[in-house]
């Protein structure tokens, strides 16, 4: 799985029997640790404006940010070490699929606690993935591990602070260049 799919693992909604809340509720900043077979242990961070439905999830290890708008489907790059903007169709059509969950089917596993908070843990079945995750009554994501035809990852918050995030932090730099690139192309570029 890659930083696009954390993306979805970490904002998927559930279009279940249950229907448990599938977006923080709340604006947050998150700290987690990514695991994927093969690969070290990677952290991540997420920012999320519950009001603009829109998320900040960045790389600190290879110094990348992505930027998403989960109302319109748009998904940026910022890439600091280039001062550019690159447009991220593959990630753009990624949030798209966040708001259908690919059809998944929660199922109630019980009570569980990570990063020290409560959480509901479900099954989560859909015709292309399956995972158990763990939600708060807020709609956080503090555990996930999943896997599709792409491979599989684990996600764990390690930290967890409900507070308003500043706009801005949304936004991408105004003096960096912009960059448009095909589908799949961002892909290679990362390596993923």
């Known amino acids: ?18 229907h448990p809340v599938f977006l923080p509720e709340q604006d ?16 991540y961070t997420l920012q999320y404006d519950a009001a603009d439905e829109r998320a900040r999830i960045t790389d600190p ?14 998904a940026e790059l910022i890439v600091p070490a280039l001062r550019a903007v690159v447009e991220a169709p593959d990630v753009s059509s990624l949030a798209g699929q966040v708001s259908s969950a690919d059809g998944a089917r929660f199922l ?10 409560p959480c509901d843990k479900y ?3 859909a015709p292309s993935w399956s995972a158990n995750t763990c939600l708060t009554p807020q709609g956080v994501v503090l555990h996930f591990a999943g896997h599709n035809s792409h491979g ?6 390690t930290s967890l602070i409900m507070t308003p995030q500043p706009t801005r932090d949304f936004d991408a730099p105004a003096d ?5 690139l095909p589908p799949g192309a961002l892909a290679q570029i990362l390596g993923e």
Request: cysteine-free; overall charge positive; proline content about 8%.
């Open 61 to 74: 290890v290879r110094g990348l940010t992505f930027l998403v708008d989960l109302i319109t489907g748009h």
């Open 1 to 18: 799985m890659t930083l696009a799919a954390l993306l979805a693992l970490l904002l998927s909604p559930a279009q279940a029997q249950t």
């Open 152 to 157: 599989a990852a684990t996600v764990t918050a």
């Open 123 to 125: 099954e989560v079945l």
């Open 176 to 180: 960096y260049s912009r960059i448009q």
């Open 28 to 43: 947050i900043a998150a700290s987690y640790t990514l695991a994927i077979p093969g690969r070290p242990a990677a952290p």
């Open 108 to 117: 109630p596993l019980g009570p569980a606690r990570y990063a020290g908070l």
